[in-house]
Nanobody, 122 residues
């Protein structure tokens, strides 16, 4: 089970760090990703990290502003978000998959969190 936290409201230009905690000790065996869905839009891929942090991947929309990291000792995934703008307003989801490619394909992720709301005001 995955649980996101750290969402909230922030002004444009601000920063937030999201966390995703897992209840299982098999956390380290999974590739992990962050996605988001804004009202009326499809869910979109943001970032992913493979097992052992071997590789990290970012979508063009967030590359350079967001940073993904994982702490397997704490069974926790993070997404550091900076330079936020109103277009970043969405529900943010973390996900875990046994075999991920880094292309952000949702079918690669077997487990999903319930999401946390991020609202950026201008």
């Amino acid at each position: 089970q995955l649980t996101e936290s750290g969402g909230g409201s922030v002004q444009a230009g601000g920063s937030l760090t999201l966390s995703c905690s897992a209840s299982e000790n098999t956390f380290k065996n999974y590739g992990l990703g962050w996605f988001r869905q804004a009202p009326g839009n499809k869910r979109e891929f943001l970032a992913a990290v493979k097992q052992n942090s071997a590789s990290k991947y970012y979508s063009a929309v967030v590359r350079g502003r967001f940073s993904i990291s994982r702490d397997d000792a704490k069974n926790t995934l993070y997404l550091q978000m900076t330079s936020l703008n109103p277009r970043d307003t969405a529900v943010y989801y973390c996900a875990a998959g046994g075999q991920i490619t880094g292309f952000g394909l949702e079918r690669e992720y077997e487990h999903w969190g319930q999401g946390t709301q991020v609202t950026v005001s201008s």
